[in-house]
C-alpha cells in the first residue's frame, strides 16, 4: 500500500502516465500523431529528404513534363516537368507556416478578449466586445476572409492576414464561455476581496484554467487552418506561383482530369493525410484532458 | 410567451450583427488599396470614362455618405450595379440565387438525413464494427476539403463510371418548367413536370454529397457523443426497469433529448455550407449565388460583392433562428423558461 | 423463515484502469428474504452503489453469482448471465429507485409520458386505465395535484417531487425487490424525513424487500430488518439496526458509530484515522487493518471469515476468533 505523503511527489509523474494512458488508448490518437510527427519533419527537412529539391522553386523541363508515377518521380511530375513528391514536400512547410501564423496571430487577441468579455461578465466592456465578436460571426468566416484576401493582393502572407481577422472569434467565444463560468466562483471572489487587481486575476486565475481547453482548440484548428488555407490557395488567393501550395496544385491540376489525374490527386491526398493527422491528433488530446466545450 | 420575447431578442440582435456586418463589409471594400473603378474599365479607357463612372457610384464622395445611399438602396433591394455583368446587381441575385439554394438544401437535408442516423447508430453501437466505421469515415469526411472530393467524385463516377452527368444542373434536352421560385426541383414539382425534377437532382446528387461530407462528419460526430452520454444517464436504465422495449427507448426516449446537440449546430453547419459551396460550384460548373459571389471578390467588384456577404449574412441569420425554433421544440426548458414550480 | 429472493454469493467487480485494475468489490455475499427490508451501508466510495447496480445488471460483475427467484419466470434465475426471456420477466419484478431523482426522470418528456409508458409495459392488461392508474399511484405518494404533474417536465418540479414520483413509478410495477440507492441524500433535510416515513410506510402496506443503501446510519435504524456495513469493497459486519447500534462488534462499525456527533457527549465526536484505501492496490488480508488500532498479526495476513455472535448478528473480524474477545462491547463513550 502507497504511503500517503509519497503520493503527492508522484502526483505529475503519475499525471502524465494517466494522461498518456487515455490518449494511447485510442489507436486513432496516436497515428495522429505519427501522422503530424512525420509531416512536421517532412516540412522541416525537406531539402534533404526529397529527390528533387530544385523542382520546389522556379524550375522548368519540359521533357521530363506530363509523366505519370514512375520508379523515377514516385508520384509523377506535372505540367512543367516538375517532381510532384518534392513539391508536395515543400508545400508542407507552407501550408504548416500558414496555419501557425493564424494560430499565432489570432489565439492571443481571441483569449485576451474572452477573458475580459468573461470577466467583465455583465458590464459595458462584455457588451461591446461580445457585440463586436457577434459582428464577425454573423456571416460564415471563410466569406468575409475571402473578401479580405481578394481585395488586397493575393499572397501567402495576406492570406493568413485575412485568415487571423475572422479566426480569433471562435477562441473569444470559447474562452468567454469559460471565463464567465469561473467568475462568480469562490477563490475569484477571494482574490477580489484579497485586493488583487484584475490583470492578475483575470492572468494569473482564470486562464490557467483555460489552457488545456486552448491547447486542444489549437492543435484541432492546425488542421482547421490548413484546410481552409488550401480552399483559398485553390482559388488562387494563397501562395503564388511558382511556390508550391497544396491547394493550388489541386486547382492547377484538376484542369487536366481526368488524363494526368496525378497532378491533381497526389496533393489532394496529401491536404486529406494532413488535416487528417492533426484531427486525430487534437482529437486524442480532447479526450485526453476531457473537454467538453469543443 | 416568453418564447415570443426570445425569439424578439434574437432577431432584434441580428438585425443588429447585420447592420454591423454591413458596415464592416462596406469600409473593407471601400477603404483597402484597390482602384475597382480602374480595373473594370480597362487600363486604356481614358479618364474621364473612369470619373463618370466614380461619379455615377458616389465613390467620389466621404465613405459614410456612400454607406448612407448603399443602406437606402439595399432597404429597397436595390445593391446598385455591378461593374462587371453591367446589370443591377440584383437581377444578377434573381439570377443565381435559386441554384445555389436548391443546392443547399438538398446538401442540408443530406446532411441531417445521413449524418443524424449515422451518428444514432455509432452511439447505439459503440465500439463494435459499425460504429469503427463510422469513425473513421467522419475522420475522413472532415479532414478532407470539399473540392478535394469534389473533384475525386467527378473523376471517379463521372469520368471513369458515368454514373453521374459532369456539369450543368440540367441535361441538355430536358424541357425547363416555368419559372416559380427559380429552383428547378421546386418548379419541377409544382408544375408537374417530373422529368425536370429527377434530372436535376440527378445532377446535383455529386455536388451536395461533396458539399454534405464535412458537415456530415461533424453532426454524426455530435450525435455520437450525444447518444452516448444519454445512454448512460440514470433515466434510461430507469425506463428499461419497466420493461420499456428497447427499439421504443432508442426510437423515442433516448433520441429526443440526444437530438440537441445536433440540432444546434445546424445552423452553424449550415452556415458553413454556405461558405464552402463555391469550391464545388466552381468544379462542377455550377451557376450559382456563390460562384458568383467568388467572382465578383476575385474582380473586386464592390456592389456584388457587399451584396453577396449581407445576403449570405441574411441566410444565416433565418437559419439560425429556423434551429432556435427547432431546438425550442425539442427542448422544454427552453420552451417554457426554467421555472420552478415548488 | 420467509422464502429467499435474492442471494449474492462473492460478488468481485473489477474495473480497468491505467495503472492496474480497480478492485471495487471484493467478495461480497448476501440474503435478501421475501418481504425483508435490508440495509447497506458505509462510506462513499466503499462500493454500496456498485453491489445495487450488479443486482439491477447495471454494472457487470468479474466474478460471483447471483441468483433472483422470480414469481414470474417460477424459478430462480442468474443474473449475472440471464437468458432474455428470462431477464425480460425478471425485470419488471426488480425496480430501483437513484439518488439524483432528477436525473431518473428523461428531461424532454413529461411526467405523464413517461409513467403512461412504463405502466403500459408492466399492467399491459390495464392499458386503458393508464392515467386513472398514474392518478392513483402519485396520491398514494402524496402529491395530490396529480393531472397537473402528469402534464408537467421534471425540470419543473423539486427535488423531492420528482422522488415521490419515481417512487410512485418504481412501485406501481409492484416489484418484489426494490433496490433504494441513496434516494434521500440528494434532497433538503426537511424533505428527507418525508420521503423516508412515505417510502417505509409504502414497503411495509405492499410487503416489498428493500435493499436501501445509504451512509445515513440514523436513516437505516428505522426500517431496516437487517443491516450490512461495509467498507473498502467488503462487508465487515451484519446485524438487526438495534444490536449493531448498542453492540457494534467490528472496530469499524465502533468508529462509525464514535464518529456520530452526539449533543451530549463531552467531547467533540472522533473519526476514524486514515482514508480509504487505494482500489488499485488494496491493502492484503482484512482490508481496514491499516486504520485498525486493535489490529492483530493475523489480519494483515488472511481475510477474516465471518464470527457468528449471535443468530443474525455476524461479524468479519479476527478479534472474535475462538478465544478471542467477547461479543460484547466495551463502552468507549
Not at chain 1, 110 to 118: P, R, S, T
Not at chain 3, 312 to 330: I, P, R, S
Amino acid at each position: 500500500m502507497r504511503v500517503y505523503n509519497l503520493r503527492w511527489q508522484q502526483r505529475r509523474s503519475e499525471k502524465i502516465k494517466q494522461g498518456w494512458y487515455k490518449f494511447s488508448g485510442n489507436p486513432f490518437s496516436v497515428v495522429g500523431l505519427c501522422v503530424v510527427v512525420v509531416i512536421i519533419f517532412t516540412a522541416a527537412f525537406a531539402p534533404y529528404v526529397t529527390p528533387y529539391p530544385k523542382h520546389a522553386g522556379p524550375y522548368v523541363n519540359f521533357r521530363d513534363a506530363r509523366q505519370p508515377p514512375s520508379l523515377k518521380h514516385l508520384l509523377g511530375t506535372d505540367l512543367f516537368g516538375r517532381d510532384v513528391l518534392t513539391r508536395i514536400a515543400f508545400a508542407f512547410r507552407y501550408s504548416l507556416l500558414l496555419a501557425v501564423t493564424i494560430i499565432v496571430l489570432s489565439v492571443p487577441v481571441g483569449v485576451g478578449i474572452g477573458l475580459l468579455a468573461g470577466y467583465f461578465h455583465g458590464t459595458w466592456i462584455d457588451r461591446i466586445l461580445m457585440r463586436i465578436t457577434d459582428i464577425f460571426l454573423a456571416v460564415p468566416s471563410l466569406v468575409l476572409a475571402l473578401a479580405v484576401t481578394c481585395i488586397l493582393t493575393p499572397s501567402l502572407f495576406n492570406a493568413a492576414m485575412a485568415l487571423s481577422m475572422v479566426w480569433w472569434t471562435w477562441y473569444t467565444r470559447l474562452v468567454y464561455g469559460i471565463a464567465s463560468s469561473y467568475r462568480n466562483e469562490f477563490f475569484i471572489r477571494s482574490a477580489e476581496v484579497l485586493g488583487e487587481r484584475w490583470p492578475h486575476i483575470v492572468f494569473r486565475e482564470i486562464l490557467p484554467n483555460c489552457v488545456s481547453t486552448i491547447f486542444t482548440k489549437m492543435s484541432l484548428d492546425m488542421g482547421m487552418a490548413i484546410l481552409v488555407g488550401s480552399a483559398l490557395s485553390f482559388l488562387g488567393l494563397g501562395a503564388q506561383a511558382p511556390t508550391p501550395d497544396l491547394g493550388t496544385m489541386v486547382a492547377d491540376g484538376s484542369k487536366y482530369l481526368p488524363d494526368l489525374w496525378w497532378i491533381a490527386v497526389f496533393p489532394a491526398f496529401a491536404i486529406m493525410i494532413t488535416v487528417l493527422g492533426f484531427n486525430l491528433l487534437g482529437d486524442g488530446l480532447r479526450d485526453m484532458f476531457a473537454i467538453e466545450e469543443l | 410567451m416568453s418564447m415570443f420575447v426570445f425569439l424578439g431578442k434574437r432577431i432584434a440582435l441580428s438585425i443588429f450583427a447585420l447592420f454591423g456586418l454591413s458596415l464592416l463589409i462596406f469600409l473593407i471594400a471601400r477603404v483597402l488599396p484597390g482602384d475597382p473603378v480602374r480595373m473594370a474599365v480597362g487600363p486604356r479607357a481614358p479618364e474621364w470614362v473612369a470619373e463618370n463612372i466614380r461619379e455615377q457610384m458616389h465613390l467620389d464622395k466621404p465613405v459614410l455618405v456612400q454607406y448612407y445611399y448603399w443602406v437606402r438602396g439595399a432597404l429597397r433591394g436595390d445593391f446598385g450595379y455591378s461593374l462587371y455583368s453591367r446589370r443591377a446587381v440584383s437581377t444578377d441575385l434573381k439570377n443565381f440565387l435559386p441554384a445555389t439554394g436548391e443546392l443547399a438544401i438538398f446538401t442540408s437535408l443530406i446532411i441531417a438525413g445521413i449524418g443524424i442516423p449515422l451518428g444514432v447508430l455509432a452511439g447505439r453501437y459503440s465500439n463494435s464494427w459499425i460504429d469503427n466505421l463510422v469513425r473513421i469515415f467522419c475522420y475522413i469526411s472532415a479532414s478532407t476539403p470539399s473540392f478535394v472530393f469534389a473533384t475525386l467524385f467527378l473523376l471517379l463516377f463521372s469520368y471513369v463510371l458515368h454514373w453521374f452527368p459532369i456539369v450543368g444542373r440540367i441535361s441538355l434536352g430536358v424541357p425547363r418548367p416555368p419559372v416559380v421560385t427559380g429552383m428547378i426541383t421546386l418548379d419541377g414539382l409544382i408544375s408537374g413536370n417530373f422529368t425536370a425534377f429527377w434530372n436535376t437532382l440527378w445532377h446535383m446528387v455529386l455536388p451536395a454529397v461533396s458539399l454534405a461530407l464535412p458537415g456530415m462528419a461533424q453532426v454524426a460526430r455530435i450525435t455520437r457523443s450525444s447518444i452516448q452520454d444519454n445512454l448512460g444517464k440514470d433515466y434510461i436504465a430507469f425506463e428499461r426497469g419497466f420493461g420499456i422495449p428497447d427499439r421504443l427507448i432508442m426510437s423515442k426516449f433516448l433520441l429526443k433529448p440526444s437530438l440537441i446537440p445536433p440540432v444546434s449546430i445546424l445552423g452553424l453547419e449550415m452556415a458553413v455550407t454556405i461558405g464552402i459551396a463555391f469550391l464545388v460550384e466552381l468544379i462542377f460548373n455550377w451557376p450559382g449565388f456563390s460562384r458568383y459571389g467568388i467572382n465578383a471578390m476575385l474582380q473586386k467588384d464592390l456592389n456584388a460583392m457587399s451584396a453577396v456577404v449581407m445576403v449570405i449574412g441574411v441566410i444565416f441569420v433565418i437559419a439560425n433562428i429556423f434551429v432556435d425554433v427547432a431546438i425550442a421544440f425539442l427542448d422544454p426548458k427552453i420552451r417554457l423558461g426554467a421555472g420552478r414550480r415548488a | 423463515m420467509r422464502p429467499t429472493l435474492l442471494e449474492i454469493d462473492d460478488l468481485h467487480v473489477e474495473f480497468p484502469v491505467y495503472n492496474g485494475r480497480l478492485k471495487v468489490i471484493d467478495g461480497v455475499s448476501l440474503t435478501a428474504r421475501a418481504g425483508e427490508r435490508l440495509g447497506l451501508v458505509g462510506e462513499s466510495g466503499c462500493g454500496k452503489t456498485t453491489c445495487g447496480r450488479c443486482v439491477v445488471r447495471l454494472v457487470k460483475p468479474s466474478a460471483g453469482k447471483i441468483w433472483f427467484y422470480s414469481k414470474r419466470a417460477g424459478k430462480t434465475v442468474d443474473l449475472v448471465r440471464p437468458g432474455k426471456e428470462e431477464w425480460k420477466q425478471v425485470q419488471t419484478e426488480m425496480q430501483m429507485i437513484f439518488q439524483n431523482p432528477n436525473a431518473a426522470l428523461n428531461p424532454v418528456f413529461t411526467i405523464g409520458t413517461q409513467f403512461k409508458t412504463a405502466l403500459q409495459y408492466v399492467h399491459p392488461e390495464r392499458i386503458q386505465k393508464a392515467e386513472n392508474l398514474a392518478i392513483t399511484a402519485l396520491q398514494e405518494v402524496q402529491l395530490p395535484d396529480a393531472r397537473r404533474i402528469l402534464k408537467s417536465y421534471p425540470f419543473q418540479l423539486s427535488g423531492g417531487m420528482c422522488q415521490r414520483v419515481c417512487i410512485a413509478m418504481a412501485l406501481a410495477s409492484e416489484p418484489e425487490l426494490l433496490i433504494a440507492d441513496e434516494p434521500t441524500t440528494a434532497l433538503d433535510v426537511t424533505v428527507q424525513n418525508q420521503i423516508l416515513q412515505l417510502l417505509h410506510a409504502l414497503v411495509k402496506e405492499k410487503g416489498t424487500s428493500v435493499i436501501f443503501i445509504t451512509h445515513n446510519l440514523g436513516v437505516i435504524r428505522e426500517i431496516a430488518h437487517l443491516v450490512h456495513i461495509m467498507y473498502a469493497g467488503t462487508v465487515v459486519e451484519s446485524g438487526p439496526p438495534r444490536e449493531l447500534f448498542s453492540n457494534p462488534l467490528h472496530p469499524y462499525t465502533q468508529g462509525l458509530m464514535n464518529a456520530v456527533p452526539k449533543l451530549t457527549a463531552e467531547a467533540m465526536s472522533r473519526g476514524i484515522p486514515g482514508s480509504i484505501p487505494d482500489y488499485s492496490e488494496p491493502p492484503t488480508g482484512c482490508r481496514f487493518h491499516p486504520r485498525c488500532t486493535e489490529r492483530l498479526p493475523i489480519c494483515e495476513q488472511t481475510r477474516p471469515p465471518f464470527f457468528r455472535a449471535s443468530e443474525d448478528h455476524t461479524v468479519a473480524c479476527f478479534l472474535y476468533q475462538e478465544g478471542g474477545k467477547d461479543f460484547q462491547y466495551a463502552a468507549r463513550r
